[in-house]
């Protein structure tokens, strides 16, 4: 993977990502939601396996450089992104909020938890 900046053009994509990321994070975490921003995030090109196009990764760490979150973005409109939580369900008891997770194409954007059960 060669280091690169996000284009100009998908600039607005991954702001809006975030902010459904943001969103999504803070109905969990309401009094301390994480700041999930585009320029926090380290972006790559990458090629993507199914066409062989460019397309660009961003990954987002924390203070320990640990990875805690990624957005990608593929050459054919599709992407998807997660950033990590692991907090306790507030509505489920013995389930945690592993991540918070994006995807879609061509400006339509869902969101949802990845959930994962305690043992």
Same mark, same amino acid.
């Given at each position: 993977?060669?280091? $690169?900046?996000l284009? /100009?053009?998908?600039?607005e994509? @991954?702001?809006?990502?975030?902010?459904?990321?943001?969103?999504?994070? *803070? =109905? +969990?975490?309401?009094? $301390?939601?994480? !700041?999930i921003?585009?320029?926090?995030a380290?972006?790559? =090109?990458?090629?993507?396996?199914?066409?062989?196009?460019? @397309? #660009?990764?961003?990954?987002?760490r924390?203070?320990?450089?640990?990875?805690?979150g $990624?957005? !990608? &973005?593929? $050459? /054919? @409109?599709?992407?998807?992104? *997660? +950033? /990590?939580l692991?907090?306790p369900?507030? =509505?489920k008891?013995?389930? #945690? &909020? *592993?991540?918070?997770?994006v995807?879609?194409? /061509?400006?339509v954007?869902?969101?949802?938890?990845?959930?994962?059960?305690?043992?």
């Open positions: 993977m060669a280091d $690169s900046a284009p /100009d053009a998908l600039i994509l @991954g702001q809006k990502l975030c902010a459904v990321l943001s969103l999504e994070a *803070e =109905r +969990y975490l309401p009094d $301390s939601p994480p !700041t921003r585009l320029p926090d380290h972006f790559s =090109r990458v090629i993507d396996p199914a066409n062989g196009l460019p @397309g #660009y990764e961003g990954v987002w924390d203070a320990r450089a640990q990875k805690c $990624s957005l !990608t &973005i593929n $050459s /054919d @409109g599709s992407f998807h992104g *997660e +950033y /990590d692991l907090v369900h507030p =509505r008891p013995g389930w #945690y &909020i *592993e991540a918070v997770t995807w879609g194409r /061509d400006g954007v869902k969101a949802e938890p990845r959930l994962l059960a305690a043992v």
